[in-house]
């Protein structure tokens, strides 16, 4: 006699070492998210202060930000943190290249680019979580 109820699914193996899962289209977005606001935060550095201070500011606000990602937020983060501190760090990134785009005049942009980071944000980090 057969037995009515279907088997369990097996559990997923584990990758083998050196692999890593594919990629998703929603990781290509967060990657984009990710870009755009490291631009957003050039563009502002270069466009709204005097001379001297263009360059410090157009080079350092961006570099600013890709060392938080890169310390807390990135895949291969340097620092292991828990996840809040890690969504706080994506955070303040999403957040200040909105600033940054507001200050430019492109509010729209801006909240346009907020909606769309920090959806990608959540469902990235609630997928990470699970």
Avoid at 55 to 63: E, H, K, R, W, Y
């Amino acid at each position: 006699m057969t037995d009515p109820t279907p088997a369990a699914p097996a559990a997923a193996a584990p990758l083998p070492a050196g692999t890593r899962p594919a990629l998703t289209a929603l990781d290509v977005v967060a990657f984009l998210c990710e870009i755009g606001g490291i631009a957003a935060l050039a563009i502002w550095g270069f466009a709204t202060w005097p001379f001297p201070w263009n360059l410090v500011v157009g080079i350092l606000t961006p570099v600013a930000a890709i060392v938080l990602w890169a310390l807390f937020v990135s895949p291969r983060a340097v620092l292991a943190v828990h996840p809040f501190v890690r969504a706080v760090a994506e955070l303040l990134v999403y957040a200040g290249a909105t600033a940054a785009l507001w200050a430019l005049g492109l509010t729209w942009v801006g909240i346009a680019y907020a909606v769309v980071a920090i959806t990608v944000g959540l469902v990235v980090g609630r997928r990470r979580l699970a």
